[in-house]
């Protein structure tokens, strides 16, 4: 399909694993965002790409949080040394151009849970 | 300063009934306001938005009513449905910062 597509849907891990989630934004798209949704709450920002660079990790809760989009497509988001506290769904979104008045679509999202 | 505060929580209305979700804000320099639609398991998707050079939008049975000196904007869901159950968010950015400031959602209920 044309969405934003993220890969795996569901991943659980124990804790103190190492966990890669995979985002695959609508082709050509130049502004990526990750959002971190915990359950009942609204998404709440992680870090913002243009193309390859990363412009803002403002929303990283801690350095165990690493985000990349290394060819300005597709991006991977790092949690090293998962905690409990990590789970939640992990949504990322794109948009066409630059600017907070661009719509942004978003994928369905990665459900971690971690043990 | 960068809250968006949404009401209520929680919302039940009958089929064919009007829903109305509500949202203020404090930033002034907020210049697009998204209504986002989301159905469990599922990402949130864009419903409909407003800037504030208007006072409302419609886009089939959406309305955006925006009132700008006292800072709200509010959704209108007209003929409610059950397919329209689903939590609802408000957002806020400045086209200068391209951060969704959001909502806290409202869990939207359609009894047939």
């Known amino acids: 399909g044309a969405g934003v597509s993220q890969s795996p849907r569901y991943k659980v891990a124990k804790r103190g694993q190492d966990v890669a989630l995979r985002c695959d934004p609508i082709?050509?798209?130049?502004?990526l965002f990750w959002y971190q949704q915990a359950l009942g709450q609204g998404p709440e920002f992680l870090t913002y790409?243009?193309?390859?660079?990363?412009?803002?990790k403002s929303g990283l809760p801690s350095d165990r949080f690493f985000a990349e989009r290394p060819e300005g497509s597709v991006s991977t988001l790092k949690i090293q040394r998962t905690q409990q506290e990590d789970s939640a769904v992990y949504l990322c979104?794109?948009?066409?151009?630059?600017?907070?008045?661009?719509?942004?679509?978003f994928g369905d999202g990665t459900r971690l849970s971690i043990l | 300063q960068q809250q968006v505060k949404q009401s209520p929580q929680s919302l039940i209305v009958q089929k064919g009934g009007i829903s109305i979700i509500n949202c203020a804000y404090e930033?002034?320099?907020?210049?697009?306001f998204p209504w986002y639609q989301q159905f469990p398991g599922k990402g949130p998707a864009l419903l409909i938005a407003?800037?504030?050079d208007v006072s409302e939008k419609k886009e089939g049975r959406f309305t955006i009513s925006f009132n700008k000196s006292a800072k709200q904007f509010s959704l209108h869901i007209m003929d409610s449905q059950p397919g329209d159950s689903a939590t609802y968010f408000c957002?806020?950015?400045?086209?200068?910062?391209?951060?969704?400031?959001w909502g806290a959602g409202t869990k939207l209920i359609i009894k047939p």
């Open positions: 790409f243009q193309n390859e660079a990363q412009l803002d």
């Open positions: 957002a806020a950015s400045m086209d200068s910062n391209y951060q969704l400031i």
């Open positions: 082709s050509g798209h130049v502004s």
């Open positions: 979104a794109s948009s066409l151009t630059v600017g907070g008045n661009q719509p942004q679509h």
């Open positions: 407003i800037r504030p």
């Open positions: 930033n002034t320099a907020f210049d697009y």
